[in-house]
């Protein structure tokens, strides 16, 4: 069964500074694996995925990931944060073969920007 | 586009009860997804439908089940409603059924079991 972690449930910054929020997943298969981000009151957007090809994967406002295969990792950076930034963000994984195209979330990583 | 509607928003029942929220998918879309949102489990997968059929199914019990219109337009029901149900209940569709689509989510339907 896949799981997904997202070691850190809070991550408190300042604005203009760089964050990194890990996700390390579980799979015994190969993978797709996902960003999400969720603003308050709203449902979830995706943010950037990695499906094949260059490791290192970017959206369009700013943040990268970078798929770690023998770390199992998925971990999102961005070297300047700014204020909207805030929201709570989720990794999600699918097998990339078979036919479970379950996505499994981890439990999220609430990033807060401060002026 | 339009993009994906849940109603209703949000729904006060007691516990006992039991309720129907409904989701409509983005216009060509035919795979929606179910899914429970709670700050102590985070989202968990309820079930995902495609042309009319449940394809794949989370670890709920048999209260939770759902079905899937001919216009892709899904429903899923809750029977016996327990306050542990309390949650928000995001629906997410894809025009086909490979991992490798985006979701798209709607706002979610807030359900409050008293």
């Known amino acids: 069964a896949q799981s997904v972690t997202q070691l850190d449930s809070q991550v408190p910054v300042f604005e203009e500074a760089p964050v990194e929020l890990r996700c390390n997943y579980s799979s015994s298969v190969s993978v797709y694996l996902f960003w999400y981000v969720q603003y308050p009151n709203q449902g979830l957007q995706l943010l950037l995925k990695?499906?094949?090809?260059?490791?290192l994967v970017e959206s369009i406002n700013g943040f990268e990931a970078e798929f770690n295969k023998s770390q199992t990792s998925f971990h999102l950076r961005k070297p300047s944060v700014h204020i909207s930034d805030t929201a709570e963000y989720f990794c999600?994984?699918?097998?990339?073969?078979?036919?479970?195209?379950?996505?499994?979330f981890g439990k999220g990583t609430l990033l807060t920007v401060n002026p | 586009k339009a993009g994906v509607t849940q109603t209703p928003r949000y729904l006060i029942k007691t516990r006992g009860q039991q309720v129907t929220l409904s989701c409509s998918p983005i216009s060509g879309h035919r795979s929606v997804s179910w899914y429970q949102q709670t700050p102590g489990q985070g989202l968990q997968f309820l079930f995902e439908y495609f042309s009319e059929t449940q394809r794949n199914k989370g670890n709920f019990p048999g209260r939770f089940s759902g079905r899937q219109f001919s216009n892709s337009r899904s429903e899923m029901n809750v029977s016996t409603l327990e306050l542990g149900d309390s949650a928000l209940y995001l629906c997410?569709?894809?025009?086909?059924?490979?991992?490798?689509?985006?979701?798209?989510f709607g706002p979610g339907t807030r359900l409050t079991v008293t």
């Open positions: 999600a994984v699918s097998d990339s073969g078979g036919s479970n195209y379950k996505l499994t």
């Open positions: 997410a569709s894809k025009p086909g059924q490979g991992a490798w689509y985006e979701q798209y």
């Open positions: 990695y499906l094949s090809g260059s490791t």
